[in-house]
């Protein structure tokens, strides 16, 4: 007979067991209820993509032997024009394009507003020339949110060698009535390169390489805004010494196409980053010159010779508190399971002003009105809801889709220090973590199209290391449309950005570049002539298969991890202590108990 003690012990243990089997029980099925309950992105994803290669098929027949891209380009282009944000021309395109979605066959076709953007603003008319010692007609146009010149003005020309607000000071007195040529006049080269180029296989190999650079990048943007602070000070100064106009040479632009009448008209010109506010609104009348007119104007006067130049400006005001619009559509999904979820495919819609933003990006809204026209064409019941998103604002700092993101998905708040509140939204530094809403969870991915009118070529991975065995798989059956690479490394500027920041995956296309940033790219010469058709139809198969793919399979796509950019200057910061032998820095030693 067991003692009193024994008994009590081996109660004890079989009573320990069970309540540790109960809770080991418990514990599996809570696993796996979290299992059940875990946004499938986080589940392990199958090795083999269970492709439907007879859709691969139907995709490309719609989009390469019925394709309509080129008549949605025609319409956006030459029925539209220019769009602008905040302009009436973007406010017809939001609405057109709202429209035919609706037309082809999409449900929930609608406007989204992002919020106030600024002015409204559109150029009439503009000329520019030389009317003394001799006549000439010069290539100019106003730059976006220029005032109206109210008729044309006439006045000696002045060249402002001005780099800071100190070299202003020189000018004091000297320019009423004056039309002010303000910038140094560049070096123009022969254009010995192509302009047009596709990307050849070397070329590729380097894109699929990532590029490692440890060292602190000299931040780009910094210096850009920077001077553009300066511009907006200057621009003022010349409307308080009553200039009558101000005048800018274009940059210049890859393998030196900023020549032969080419212009780029845009911030690199610009007078102040926040020139579309009316609190930050340039008083003068401003033109961005062709740089071969600039210059002749520019030698005449180094060699002290009086320049006549008249202008007119015509342009016209619409409004101070315009708010930005993104246009919408969707294809629901058939799974009862899945339909809750979505994938995005978009581009943005707003271009500068100077011509109809072909490449930039009339080409991206096109081919995903393409996608989404052959998807409605072929009736697939996809099972993830499919939905576009045209976004405005790009061009002065991705509003469209941040403003999208922001009600959606989330967003990281960003610091109101007096300091930050002045910069772009992109600059400012972050005050917290990211906040995410519930609908991020039932985002599968977002594809986006802007880097011009050139095919695809692969993807920019943006990080995503688990997404590349899946992609590879899909682009294999499309090696023949030349879609071949893939590439860890990020790509910026454009609307793919806003969803990678809160932790959805979100892609750019690698694109041939053809004259893209040679002549196209924010330039007069961005007509629906420099769109290329079979390019277009190409890219559009290619975004619908992508689509089609993320609305079809079991899971959605692999994410990185959540973003944390409130660490990052943490995580930057040098170790501390580290170097032997080194003395304890002031701050250390000044502690109490040291
Ligand atoms: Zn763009």
């Known amino acids: 007979m067991p003692s009193r003690k024994m008994l009590f012990s081996t109660v004890a243990i079989v009573l320990c067991l069970s309540f540790s089997v109960s809770a080991a029980e418990k514990k599996s099925k ?229 020549s032969g009448g080419t212009i780029f008209d845009d911030s690199s010109g610009g007078m102040g980053w926040f020139i579309y506010q009316r609190e930050h609104a340039q008083p003068l009348p401003i033109v961005v010159m062709a740089i071969e007119s600039y210059g002749r104007v520019y030698r005449l006067l180094k060699a002290n010779v009086p320049v006549s130049v008249e202008m007119d400006v015509e342009t016209e005001f619409t409004g101070d508190h315009e708010h930005g619009f993104d246009t919408i559509a969707e294809i629901p999904g058939s799974d009862p399971k899945l339909k809750e979820e979505v994938v995005m495919v978009g581009g943005h819609l707003d271009s500068w002003a100077s011509a109809t933003g072909a490449t930039d990006n009339g080409a991206g809204t096109v081919v995903a009105m393409e996608v989404m026209r052959i998807l409605n064409a072929l009736h697939v019941q996809p099972r993830r809801t499919i939905r576009v998103g045209l976004w405005t604002g790009e061009e002065q700092g991705e509003f469209g889709s941040y403003g999208y993101v922001k009600q959606h998905f989330g967003f990281v708040p960003l610091s109101t220090a007096p300091d930050q509140v002045m910069l772009p939204d992109f600059m400012r530094k972050p005050a917290g973590p990211l906040q995410l809403k519930p609908e991020q969870q039932k985002i599968s991915g977002y594809f986006n199209l802007d880097n011009g009118t050139g095919k695809i070529r692969g993807v920019n991975l943006q990080e995503n290391a688990a997404i590349g065995p899946i992609f590879q798989q899909w682009i294999a059956p499309l090696q023949d449309l030349g879609v071949s690479t893939l590439t860890m490394r990020n790509t910026g500027g454009t609307d793919h950005e806003a969803f990678d920041a809160v932790g959805v995956p979100g892609f750019q296309f690698i694109q041939d570049a053809l004259d893209y940033g040679s002549r196209t790219h924010h330039s007069n010469q961005d007509t629906y002539e420099r769109l290329q058709p079979d390019d277009l139809a190409q890219a559009a198969v290619v975004e619908a298969i992508f689509v089609y793919n993320t609305a079809m399979r079991d899971q959605m796509l692999p994410r990185k991890p959540l973003p944390h950019p409130e660490l990052e200057e943490q995580r930057k910061a040098a170790l501390k202590n580290l170097m032997p032998g080194a003395e304890a820095a002031e701050e250390e030693a000044k502690k109490p108990g040291n």
């Open 30 to 258: 809570d696993a796996k209820a979290d299992e059940a309950t875990k946004p499938s992105y986080e589940m392990p994803q199958p090795a083999t993509e269970n492709l439907d290669l007879t859709m691969y098929q139907r995709i490309r027949d719609e989009g390469l032997s019925h394709s309509h891209v080129m008549e949605f380009a025609s319409a956006l282009m030459d029925g539209i024009g220019p769009r602008l944000t905040g302009s009436p021309n973007l406010k017809r395109a939001n609405e057109w394009t709202r429209d035919q979605f609706a037309a082809m066959g999409c449900s929930n076709a609608h406007l989204e507003d992002w919020g106030e953007f600024g002015m409204g603003w559109r150029q009439l008319n503009t000329w520019v020339r030389m009317s003394a010692p001799d006549t000439a007609v010069f290539i100019a146009q106003a730059l976006p949110w220029s005032a109206s010149s109210h008729g044309p003005v006439n006045g000696r020309a002045v060249w402002v060698d001005a780099k800071d607000e100190k070299d202003l000071e020189k000018y004091k007195g000297k320019l009423a009535g004056k039309i002010v040529f303000f910038g140094e006049m560049r070096e123009v080269k022969p254009v010995d390169k192509p302009l047009w180029e596709r990307r050849d296989d070397a070329n590729l190999k380097t894109t699929a390489e990532f590029p490692v650079h440890i060292a602190q990048q000299e931040d780009f943007f910094a210096t850009f805004v920077k001077r553009l602070e300066f511009r907006e000070k200057a621009g003022a100064f010349f409307a308080a010494e009553h200039a009558a106009g101000v005048v800018v040479p274009s940059r210049d632009g890859r393998n030196n196409g900023g």
